[in-house]
């Protein structure tokens, strides 16, 4: 037919991870007994009670009016936490709100993205959406920054930083040599910084270049709230404000985000949590003989030894256990399993090892 | 500096109405005593009592999950309303996100956009985006549709209709004689439709070209919420649902936006409410002799005789009433004013005529 442009037409949506519960008319309420979701890297633990008021305190006139187009509570609040004025804030209808945005405006047929491979599997999606070419350069093994990211010439550099799926960590030094080295902008997505010992924000001082990208879906249980946020320069949040839809979130995720971002004590519990299970769960499975690296994340990348991924997987999804599986070179012979409860855990855990025992 | 591309580097954010309250940081709960807002077409009634019950049934793990990426409950209470499948519907975080999707969807370099003019100010801004040429055919005095627009051979063709400024309408066999002769895509931009006798959802099932907007906004009193759908072929949503972001809406979005579509008794009675004081403000206009047309939006589009629109437009900011008012040709000699509850109607009336008598 060739309504859509030839880019589009040819472009596949993204896979975001199955998702067991929305699937039929009668699971309006995303919940199903019994199934242990470790699928999708979402926060085993509840948002902060905070939240709930803050949602409870909406008002009619909030819902009204249109909202404040930059969010102004939650850019002073997450201002005041990064060390920054409220003008290096820009905020984001999720992660991949910026996403698309440093896409629409940094590249196109003749301005390239480059990324370190493999990593999150929405950057290829949103690169054939906005018709320009892709230089991924390979991690090694280790996952190490790859020299070669630094000479591609791309208008944006994305790196993951800690990666999905390999939940490593690149020193901030490293990404600070990289800044001062690439042409274009380097966009350090930290979508799970959350959990891990240090962070890039004090780059977008220095480097006019940078631009941090956060996450409320991880480290603060908001997943399904669609909040995020841009840190950088304010002439590079100007013009990200361009490309941004003129009302990109709503009143009631602009209340509960702040309310959220706010609550830095529930904050550290919760993300002390998670940081402990993943470590129980990386020592585990080591002992179940996954080769599993140290995770600086909120999942772990389980390499397989002694049987397919892709078999555990089916013989978890037997048992309503859900994690991981990309079909792809590289990744095929591991499992990425996000960090539950303990309980989850230990569910998993005990199916892994009566799997492997067969 | 030059990170940008050079479209982006070029174009102008879109100006959004003057909001009166969020300009300062103490103002986080958008309000001010004694403001009469009628600038940003937004519904002077509250939203149905269902949709604070349904915010106030969100529990913790709505917010702890990613939400469902399509928003299913929405789409079949959509479907319903609208006499087509769910498959037909795509649930966007207000009109404006399925704007900018089509843009992407359909538009670059070699593919414009085309439009009669004056029309709602964004889609000159998206087009700058998207990089692509705008073919603005003017619309005449009257308003009607322009015979040239179905002969420019865009890739998409918008209309906004009821059309903003004007509030005026375009009848449904016109939109479906130029939904057949349009080489590309139809764009109808319903977002004002609640408050008209008639739409287009119909077209949707004779024409594979035409996408119909809708915009919870406006006639379900939600503008804070950021909730629009899209109606279309079910090949259309696909494409479509390419180019949108994964988790474009959330959660509450979802629930809330769904109990107010499920509530069209309260619905109904608020927009009639609206539709009777539009009447009412566009006849104690005319008898002020303002020149005013028929509307068939919440808003009027008031042609000022005896004294200029910008000097009306400052005599009322300073008496706290604000208009909007468009400074460029064709719009500079009128105010573009939302209808609001009786109260305020009554005010700006006095105000108005207190200015004039002078």
């Given at each position: 037919m060739g309504y859509f442009r030839e880019n589009i037409e040819r472009a596949k949506p993204y896979e975001a991870g199955f998702q067991p519960v929305s699937a039929g008319p009668s699971h309006d309420r995303p919940r199903r007994a019994g199934v242990v979701k470790l699928n999708t890297n979402e926060n085993p633990y509840p948002p902060s009670p905070k939240v709930m008021e803050a949602i409870a305190g909406i008002d009619c006139e909030q819902l009204r009016r249109y909202p404040d187009p930059v969010g102004s509570a939650f850019r002073r609040a997450a201002a005041e936490l990064n060390g920054v004025e409220p003008g290096w804030i820009m905020c984001c209808n999720g992660g991949d709100d910026l996403l698309r945005m440093v896409f629409t405006g940094f590249c196109d047929r003749r301005r390239p993205v480059a990324y370190p491979a493999p990593?999150?599997?929405?950057y290829p999606v949103l690169a054939k959406v906005q018709n320009c070419k892709v230089t991924e350069v390979a991690f090694d093994e280790e996952f190490n920054l790859p020299a070669k990211l630094a000479q591609t010439g791309a208008a944006l550099t994305i790196v993951c930083n800690p990666n999905a799926p390999s939940g490593t960590f690149i020193a901030v030094e490293e990404l600070a040599s990289l800044a001062d080295e690439v042409s274009g902008v380097l966009l350090i997505d930290e979508a799970y910084v959350d959990f891990a010992q240090a962070n890039c924000v004090g780059l977008v001082k220095d480097f006019d270049n940078v631009i941090i990208l956060r996450s409320m879906s991880k480290g603060y249980s908001l997943a399904g709230l669609r909040f995020g946020y841009a840190i950088a320069r304010p002439e590079m949040i100007a013009g990200l404000m361009k490309v941004k839809d003129s009302y990109n979130v709503d009143a009631i995720a602009i209340a509960a985000a702040t309310a959220a971002i706010k609550d830095q004590k529930y904050f550290k519990e919760n993300v002390e949590k998670v940081k402990a299970e993943c470590k129980r769960v990386t020592t585990e499975l080591g002992e179940l003989g996954f080769g599993v690296r140290v995770s600086f994340a909120n999942f772990v990348l389980a390499g397989c030894m002694n049987c397919p991924a892709s078999e555990i997987y089916d013989k978890l999804v037997e048992r309503n256990i859900y994690v991981r599986f990309f079909n792809k070179g590289g990744l095929d012979d591991k499992l990425r399993i996000t960090v539950g409860t303990g309980e989850q855990n230990d569910k998993l855990l005990a199916a892994l090892k009566e799997i492997l025992s067969k």
């Amino acid at each position: 037919m060739g309504y859509f442009r030839e880019n589009i037409e040819r472009a596949k949506p993204y896979e975001a991870g199955f998702q067991p519960v929305s699937a039929g008319p009668s699971h309006d309420r995303p919940r199903r007994a019994g199934v242990v979701k470790l699928n999708t890297n979402e926060n085993p633990y509840p948002p902060s009670p905070k939240v709930m008021e803050a949602i409870a305190g909406i008002d009619c006139e909030q819902l009204r009016r249109y909202p404040d187009p930059v969010g102004s509570a939650f850019r002073r609040a997450a201002a005041e936490l990064n060390g920054v004025e409220p003008g290096w804030i820009m905020c984001c209808n999720g992660g991949d709100d910026l996403l698309r945005m440093v896409f629409t405006g940094f590249c196109d047929r003749r301005r390239p993205v480059a990324y370190p491979a493999p990593t999150y599997s929405l950057y290829p999606v949103l690169a054939k959406v906005q018709n320009c070419k892709v230089t991924e350069v390979a991690f090694d093994e280790e996952f190490n920054l790859p020299a070669k990211l630094a000479q591609t010439g791309a208008a944006l550099t994305i790196v993951c930083n800690p990666n999905a799926p390999s939940g490593t960590f690149i020193a901030v030094e490293e990404l600070a040599s990289l800044a001062d080295e690439v042409s274009g902008v380097l966009l350090i997505d930290e979508a799970y910084v959350d959990f891990a010992q240090a962070n890039c924000v004090g780059l977008v001082k220095d480097f006019d270049n940078v631009i941090i990208l956060r996450s409320m879906s991880k480290g603060y249980s908001l997943a399904g709230l669609r909040f995020g946020y841009a840190i950088a320069r304010p002439e590079m949040i100007a013009g990200l404000m361009k490309v941004k839809d003129s009302y990109n979130v709503d009143a009631i995720a602009i209340a509960a985000a702040t309310a959220a971002i706010k609550d830095q004590k529930y904050f550290k519990e919760n993300v002390e949590k998670v940081k402990a299970e993943c470590k129980r769960v990386t020592t585990e499975l080591g002992e179940l003989g996954f080769g599993v690296r140290v995770s600086f994340a909120n999942f772990v990348l389980a390499g397989c030894m002694n049987c397919p991924a892709s078999e555990i997987y089916d013989k978890l999804v037997e048992r309503n256990i859900y994690v991981r599986f990309f079909n792809k070179g590289g990744l095929d012979d591991k499992l990425r399993i996000t960090v539950g409860t303990g309980e989850q855990n230990d569910k998993l855990l005990a199916a892994l090892k009566e799997i492997l025992s067969k």
